[in-house]
């Protein structure tokens, strides 16, 4: 009985380190901002209510501002999380706030979308 008490806890506790391994964030932190899995600087809107679970960056304003996609299967991880936007389609958010690249950044590390308009800001770990 005691040894398959050992093996039950040994299982389980396998079971848990292989179900974080190979889950990365969808961002990471580089120079004090958070870039996507390509390099690219990500930003925030400052008309999404955090916390909605929703994106009103859609249509045109997602073609300027492409949201950081997730995949169907994404489960949030740490301060990441994930929204349904209107199309159905998933999205990561960070701390409650969807995240965004800017179209016309062409190279990592540019940051040209921080403060467009006032109201877009570049993400922040």
């Known amino acids: 009985m005691k040894t398959l008490s050992i093996a039950a806890l040994t299982l389980a506790l396998l079971a848990g380190c292989a179900s974080g391994y ?6 990471e932190a580089v120079n004090g901002v958070l870039v996507g899995p390509n390099g690219m ?17 859609n249509g045109p304003c997602a073609t300027n501002w492409p949201p950081l996609m997730a995949p169907e299967d994404a489960k949030p991880t740490g301060e990441f999380t994930v929204i349904v936007r209107d199309d159905g389609k998933k999205q990561w958010a960070f701390k409650g706030k969807p995240l965004y690249y ?18 877009w800001q570049v993400a922040k770990p």
């Open 41 to 57: 600087t990500l930003y925030t809107f400052d008309n999404d209510k955090t916390g909605s679970g929703k994106s009103v960056c």
């Open 22 to 27: 190979g889950s990365k964030p969808p961002a």
């Open 102 to 119: 800017w179209a016309k950044d062409t190279k990592p590390g540019d940051k040209t979308g921080d403060g467009f308009n006032k109201v």
